[in-house]
């Protein structure tokens, strides 16, 4: 399916040409029909010649409703400009391409009707003229008489043409859904219809319902319609109504949006460029339109083409989206382009000209480079979501690299590596029995978001990683010199007597504390068995060859005989070669050496 939306002035015959193409009358209210006047958004569809489907939104041509008109054309990506032969251009004709070109449409038709009323020849040159200077030139023109039937077959044709132009639907895209109706339907309840322009809509799908106040509920597609058929699934593009269960009709408004959950960040300040003329001077209020959804916003210039805009509430807005920036004063319209939905403060003196720089230069979608590196650090997901492409391989952009999920620069790469080293360094300095940091404080102290950053951020910093402990290479077995003298007295002991662990006050007459005997264990000098026992590394390799020489199964006092030890160090001994899997315990009494043929037991 194809969604074109109209455009012209007010009695220009808009509606009637929808209806003749379609069969379908667009006006929707009694008081339409009364006053002969399009108030609000109608719709109706129909196939082309080709088999493809079109449906149009059709919108009121009159100045008062022009809010409605921006509702319409905004998620639409084609339009049919109407002028009538009899009155040829008019004023609102002109405000209606100037919201087409604001929003960038490049996709039209130029429709001059009432051939039967007038000479559509003057008409005719002249939109031409106008729309060569708008996004929509080069577009084809078509003249028809909806009363008499008089070109609507060339008029069917050259919409045939212009969807077969229309670039590729994103059904695979993230869905954003712009409501532009609410309605309830009895023994089905709450029903929005809008233009889908990406993404893909399943019955049962769970959505996030996002208010015009940024408020955000979880809600059910209960039902699917397109066209009014009912479907399981409707890709975009398309027209279709969503039956909600969740959410009352009367809660839902106009400009509320259906979103993919999780996929898409709301911000409430963007930097845009102007994609127009740039005006002298912008007015500190402007009414923001943008899919369905208008709303004052507050206006700073930056300079140039660039301005901050800061929302009201939160929206769902990426860099890319296309705005229309309205002065209900003055009547004049702006196009807007949103270069970042997550602008950086401005605080310094000259940041505001900086910035403007910036958002002059920057293409429609951001820079990855610039976007990590006023960062820092980004995470794919993050970077996606803001509208940024993210190419595969470890380099997805100039000075970026791609550490996991994470992007970082590599300025904030270097600087992460410098801070972290500094940081080991004064605690190595200053604690010789402890030199070395938790990742937990080592990320901290590098300033890096992320724990799982520091694999590769110590081998950068040529740092090393032991037992969850970031430190210098070698500093795990330095120590100072005085427990180094201590260790070796208890180490000549322990040779002769293997399992006659010391008291703690034999390690305080060492001069062993318990901050000794720590860092004795982290280098590896010492093994702890628990909190007051402590042998040799080769202690345990040690005990398992007298065990294995005794009668199996044996008992805790056999081993204890065997080892010429004491219960408090054979308990825990053994203990810790059963969670080893070296030996194995039977029952409340006896253990036995396990063969390495024999599992260890579940």
Known sequence: MHVIATAGHVDHGKSTLVRALTGIEPDR??????????????????????????????????????????????????VLLVVAADEGWRQQTTEHLAAVDA?????????????????????????????????LAGSEAVVVSARTGEG????RAAIDSLVGALDPP??????RLWIDRS?????????????????????????VLHDAAGRSRHVTVRGLQ????????????????????????????RGDLLLAPGAWPTTAQLDVRLTGEVPDRLSAHLMVHVGTHAAEARVRPLGGPA????????????????????????????????????PPRLQRRGAAAARADVVARQGSRPDLGQEVGRRGAMTVEAALALGNRVPGGSRPAASVARHGQWLVSDAAWREWADRLRAAVQRKAAGDPLDPTLTLEAGRAAAGAPDRALLADLTAYAGLAVRDGRVGLPGHWEALPEQVQAALRTLEARLGDEPFAAPEQRELQALGLGRREVAAAVRAGRLVRLDDDVVLLPTGPARAMRVLAGLPQPFTTSEARVAL????????????????????????????EVRRPDRPAPS
């Open 307 to 342: 301005a901050r805009l800061t929302l009201p509430s939160l929206l769902p807005l990426v860099a890319g989206d296309r705005l229309i920036l309205r002065d209900p004063g003055s009547r004049q319209l702006h196009g807007a382009l949103v270069v970042d939905a997550d």
């Open 226 to 253: 397109s066209l009014e058929r009912s479907h399981d699934v409707v890709p975009a593009v398309a027209r279709v109504a969503v039956n909600l269960r969740g959410v009352p009709a009367e809660e839902v408004r």
């Open 103 to 135: 929003l960038g449409v490049t996709h039209g038709l130029v429709v001059v009707t009432r051939r039967d009323l007038a000479d559509p020849a003057p008409a005719l040159a002249d939109a031409l003229a106008r729309v060569a200077r708008s996004s």
């Open 29 to 78: 209210w009694a008081e339409e029909h009364r006053r002969g006047l399009t108030i609000d958004l109608g719709y109706a569809w129909t196939t082309l010649p080709s088999g493809e489907q079109v449906a149009f939104v059709d919108v009121p041509g009159h100045e008062r409703f022009i809010g409605n008109m921006l509702a319409g054309l905004g998620p639409a990506p084609a």
């Open 170 to 175: 994103a059904a695979d895209g993230r869905l």
């Open 183 to 207: 309605f309830t339907i009895r023994g089905a309840g709450t029903v929005v219809t809008g233009t889908l322009g990406e993404g893909t809509i399943r019955a049962g799908d769970e959505l």
């Open 564 to 591: 010429a030890s004491t219960r408090r160090t054979v308990i825990p001994l053994l203990e810790h070669l059963d969670g080893r899997g070296w030996t194995r315990r039977l029952d409340g009494s006896h253990r």
């Open 152 to 155: 609507l077959a060339d008029l």
